[in-house]
C-alpha cells in the first residue's frame, strides 16, 4: 500500500465504532480477520471433489474468497464447504470471528451484535455449526467411566406455534415434583475420570435399554469399568454392556464413596450445562437440545477450551474433540 492510502486509512480509523474498532484489533493481532477465516475453512478440508471424493482436483478460479476445484474425474466444481452444513451460509469470512463467539458460549443477541448481523442469522448459524459436533462422541474410552443422567424441562422456545398456553414466569423448578417424560426430557452423559472424553445423549426415557444403547459405542473396552449411582436403569448395565460396574447408594448426607466411586465429575458437569443453559441461554428449545450439549462437549474439551479454528473444522465434519 502506498503511503497517501495508508495514511487515509490511519485517519479513517479514528470514525471507527467500538465493535468496528475491537474486531480491526483482533484482526491485526489474532489473525481473526476475513482472511484468516477463509484459510481457516480451506485448511479443514484438504483439495478433493466434494462430489465423488476423487483427490484429481485442480484449480478453477476463486468465488466468494474461496478456491474453486474442478474435478478431473466427474467434472464438477465445488469448495470446501461444498456438501457441509456450512456451503449455503453467506458471508463466510465471518465464520472465524463467529466461532470465536461461540468458543465463549455467547448468547444470539451478543453475538449479532458483536458481528453486525441480524439474530436470525445468528440463530441460523448456530445450529449450522453444530450439527455435525452432535455426532463428536468418543469413539472408545478406557478407565473409570461417570456415568449420570440429568433432566431438562420439555421446552417449545422459539417456536411459534405453543402446542400448549405458555408457562408463568417463574414456575421454574420445584413445585409437582415428579420427573414425568411430558414435562421433563432426560439427558445422560459420561466423563472419564481424569481424561478429557464426554458423551452425552437425550434420551426418550431413563431405561436399561436406552442407556445401555447410547453407552455402547463408547464402552468398547472390557477393561472400562462403568461408575453409577444406585437407580435402577443402571443395574443390568455391566451385564449388557459387557463390562464391570460400580454403582454406589446416594444417601441423604451426600454420597456414599466406597473405593473412590462417585459420579462428582459428571455432576459438576451437569451443573455448570445447566447454569449456561438456564441462565445465560435462559433456556433451549428441546429440538435443539443434543447441539447444545456438542456446544458445552466443543467448550469444555480439555482444560484450556477449544480453539475458533477447531470450531470451524468441527462444523464442517472434522472431528475436534473426544479424539
Ligand atoms: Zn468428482
Not at 477465516?37 to 471424493?53: G, M, R, T
Not at 464438477?76 to 456451503?87: D, E, Q, R, V
Not at 398456553?165 to 414435562?183: C, H, L, T, V, Y
Amino acid at each position: 500500500m502506498d503511503s497517501k492510502k495508508f495514511k487515509e486509512l490511519l485517519s479513517s480509523v479514528e470514525s471507527l465504532t467500538p465493535t468496528q474498532s475491537k474486531r480491526l484489533r483482533e484482526t491485526l493481532t489474532q489473525g481473526q480477520g476475513a482472511g484468516s477465516s477463509l484459510a481457516v475453512i480451506e485448511a479443514a478440508k484438504p483439495p478433493a471433489c466434494a462430489f465423488c471424493v476423487s483427490e484429481r482436483v485442480v484449480r478453477n478460479g476463486r468465488r466468494r474468497g474461496l478456491q474453486r476445484w474442478l474435478c478431473r474425474e466427474c467434472g464438477k466444481t465445488s469448495n470446501a464447504t461444498t456438501g457441509t452444513p456450512l456451503s449455503r451460509l453467506r458471508d463466510k469470512e465471518l465464520f472465524a470471528a463467529y466461532a470465536d463467539c461461540m468458543r465463549q458460549g455467547m448468547t444470539i443477541r451478543a453475538t449479532a451484535r458483536e458481528l453486525g448481523m441480524t439474530i436470525d442469522k445468528a440463530f441460523r448459524w448456530r445450529h449450522r455449526f453444530l450439527e455435525n459436533a452432535v455426532d463428536h462422541q468418543p469413539s472408545s474410552v478406557s478407565g473409570l467411566l461417570e456415568v449420570d443422567e440429568t433432566y431438562f424441562r420439555r421446552s417449545q422456545k422459539g417456536s411459534r406455534k405453543m402446542a400448549r398456553a405458555p408457562r408463568r414466569r417463574g414456575g421454574g423448578q420445584g413445585g409437582g415434583g415428579g420427573r414425568s417424560n411430558d414435562e421433563w426430557v432426560p439427558v445422560l452423559v459420561g466423563r472419564v475420570r481424569g481424561q478429557p472424553f464426554t458423551t452425552d445423549r437425550v434420551l426418550g426415557r431413563v431405561s436399561g435399554v436406552e442407556i445401555s444403547k447410547a453407552l455402547a459405542p463408547v464402552v468398547k473396552n472390557t477393561d472400562t469399568v462403568v461408575c453409577t449411582d444406585g437407580h435402577s436403569a443402571y443395574e443390568r448395565l455391566g451385564e449388557r454392556l459387557g463390562v464391570t460396574t460400580k454403582h454406589f447408594v446416594a444417601s441423604y448426607h451426600g454420597h456414599v464413596r466406597e473405593g473412590g466411586f462417585h459420579v462428582q465429575n459428571v455432576n459438576n458437569y451437569h451443573g455448570r450445562l445447566q447454569g449456561w443453559i438456564l441462565y445465560r441461554l435462559r433456556g433451549v428449545a428441546t429440538k435443539y437440545l443434543p447441539n447444545y450439549l456438542a456446544w458445552m462437549r466443543l467448550t469444555s474439551w480439555k482444560h484450556q477450551g477449544i480453539h475458533a479454528d477447531e470450531i470451524v473444522a468441527s462444523a464442517m465434519g472434522r472431528q475436534a474433540i473426544n479424539l
